[in-house]
């Protein structure tokens, strides 16, 4: 039996008890009193370096997960600065106040957020460093700086005399820090909008590039643990004779998240794990099945009672109307599934505690692991290293936290290794959902009505560092419903919180994954009914909304919306907003005989505003595309008896590469300020392909993953 003690401290207290020490709302140029940092380094900001040498590094607070911002944020810095691109180099920041991300008062990765945040504060950054370089060269020439300017990493003086940055580092450190640097034109930009190859892909390639699960330490162990099964749930006994008798296995540690086996390697750990013997208590959620869910979603919806919008009159408009609609939809719990399993070594040395992770919050897990080991949070070391996947997933700090806890208790350096199986029972799901619509048509076949309840966890209550407004709207629940963009006359759109148990988080596109399958279908629906096409009846209403317009007329336009398909194939449109750009998708669907559908071609167009890398806007589009196929035609997350069914990919499947669309993508020339990328392409093509399904077979999908029995033919 094992004696040693539990840690009686939750995730969510953990992460509570950090936030006012990590939050840092606001943001400015971070910089050094002098410029130097050496007398052969110029680096008048936190972001920029540049050496004798000619060198230029930046670097980067972002975490980097297969995104891009190891290479758009060096464009961002290095098209200010006049720099030539060859030279430019990127290092990852250490965890510091002087890397928060500005849209969100802390070093984090998330939300789409990167560039749109960071495209004036790193243009700032290049553009003051440029403007010192200029400064030092003009006093060198005894010119005026109006006389001189920079190309491809020279100050060029109008007589055609020349210098290179590397040359005028040292004199460039002793200028003064420029607080407001002029940033060039757009139209002028000769970097920034250029398809540029990535800065990380060599090291992915030739294998040099440092993921999580490549940290290694002199005398390091490796755990795995016996999760709890259900937030709530307590191991009771705790039988770990046959574990420690496993060769390799050194300590068996129960704490609050699960009892842990540490090892010599994580075969030993893994074969320890699976060798004990626990007795678990899972408390009040010990019968909860999907059923049970569905079941309480459905009441949360029927009852919903938060308001966020409510315009015109409902009652009258369905009085009114030539014909009335309903339909209820539904969305299953959905795990991440990132490729590179959950991980993180951690190292508690006296007052100091040091983790190596790919994580999506440095700053938060600054300031949670400092309460975990009870150290000062400038004792906190935060190694960012590469993510193999992220989604929202390693924003979480679960796997951080339970690394140094039992760093901690062990007296050594531990490095922790979720088994897929570990993750898909570990909690952190896109909250399932229920919407209840209810629309109105005139005699015209417009639009006059809409009325949507949905019944929801909250992401707000579980991230533990978010309130829910006074108005009980959890932001994330209706996101992209409350805000859809039709001019519909008379609208109500509300939220009834409910909890059945599963913790939730924050999944790939947040609420827009699920909500914009709920109001494009129901748009489509509103279009069958009406007897109009579905392209033309939103463009109809889009009068007021020209980027979801123009993306919604080049989508259909590069499709060939209206042209004949390949036989047996069909075609289905939506259209969404989310985190600051606007996407439309076309997808082209078949049906099998045995009812499974069969994704062609998928038609993207996009408007995010000004563009840093438009080779990174298409990849991600292309990503997210497969990301939000896979929950479409596969993806559930279901419970019996109090334990979650999935463990591995044969449960819990993603696309293969067989059933990979061809994926066009357009990019919509913008002046508008930069939108997010990595999550925009995800919430159209779930409605886009059963919309498809509906034009190609008259059937409906209301609810996902996409259940082929239903389509089969008869």
Known sequence: MSDTPAVQATRRQFLQGSAASTLVIGFALPQSGRA??????????????????????????????????????????????????????????????????????????????????????????????????????????????????????????????????????????????????????????????KPTKRLDSAGKINGTAKFGIDAQLPGMLVAVMARAPQPGAKATVVNDTKAKAIKGVQQVISIDSGVAVLATGYWAAKKGRDALDITWDLGKLAKLSSAEVSDKLREGALNADAVAKDVGNLKDAAASSAQTIGAVYEAPYLAHACM????????????????????????????????????????????????????????????????????????KPVKLIYTREDDMAAGFYRPASIARFEGALDAQGQATMLRVDVGSPSIMA????????????????????????????????????????????????????????????????????????????????????????????????????????????????????????????????????????????????VDCGMTANPLTIARQIEGAIVYGLSAALYGKISFKDGRVEQGNFHQYPVLRMNEMPKVEVHILPSTEAPGGIGEPGTPPIAPAVTNAIFAATGKRIRSLPIDPEALKRV
Not at 135 to 143: R, V
Not at 391 to 401: E, K, N, Q, S, Y
């Open 36 to 193: 130097a940092v050496g007398p052969a380094t110029f680096s008048p900001n936190a972001y920029l370096r540049i050496t004798q040498d000619n060198r230029i590094t930046v670097v980067c607070g972002s975490s980097e997960m297969g995104q891009g911002v190891l290479t758009s944020i060096p464009m961002l810095v290095a098209e200010e600065l006049d720099a030539d691109w060859r030279l430019v180099g990127v290092e990852q920041a250490p965890v510091s106040a002087a890397f928060n991300n500005p849209m969100f008062g802390m070093q984090a990765t998330g939300g789409s957020t990167t560039v749109r945040a960071h495209w004036e504060p790193m243009r700032k950054a290049g553009a003051a460093a440029r403007e010192m370089l200029v400064a030092a060269a003009a006093a060198q020439w005894k010119a005026g700086t109006d006389e001189c300017r920079t190309e491809a990493s020279q100050v060029i003086h109008r007589s055609g005399k020349k210098l290179s940055y590397g040359a005028l580092v040292a004199a460039a450190a002793s200028q003064p820090v420029p607080e407001a640097p002029k940033l060039k034109d757009p139209k002028n930009f000769k970097i920034l909008g």
């Open 340 to 411: 590179e399993p959950m991980n993180c070594t951690a190292w508690v040395k006296g007052d100091e505690v040091e983790i190596w992770a790919g994580t999506q919050s440095q700053g938060p897990a600054q300031g949670i692991l400092s309460q975990v080991a009870q150290v000062s949070p400038a004792k906190v070391k935060v190694n960012t290293l590469m993510l193999g996947g992220g989604f929202g997933r390693r924003f979480a700090p679960d796997f951080t936290i339970d690394a140094t806890v039992l760093s901690k208790i062990s007296g």
């Open 462 to 605: 579980a991230s533990g560092f978010m309130k829910i407004p006074p108005n009980g709207v959890d932001h994330f629940a209706l996101e992209g419903i409350d805000d859809n963009p039709y001019d519909i006359g008379s609208s109500r759109i509300a939220y009834g919180r409910v909890e059945p148990g599963p913790q939730v988080w924050f999944w790939r596109s947040v609420g827009h994954s699920q909500n914009i399958f709920f109001m494009e279908s129901f748009i489509d629906e509103l279009a069958a009914k009406a007897k109009k096409d579905p392209f033309e009846f939103r463009r109809a209403l889009l009068g007021k909304q020209p980027r979801y317009k123009a993306v919604l007329e080049l989508a259909a336009q590069k499709a060939g919306w209206g042209t004949a398909t390949p036989a047996g194939v069909s075609r289905g449109i939506a259209v969404a907003q989310s985190f600051g750009s606007y996407v439309a998708e076309v997808a082209e669907v078949s049906i099998g005989a045995d009812g499974t559908p069969k994704v062609h071609r998928v038609v993207a167009a």
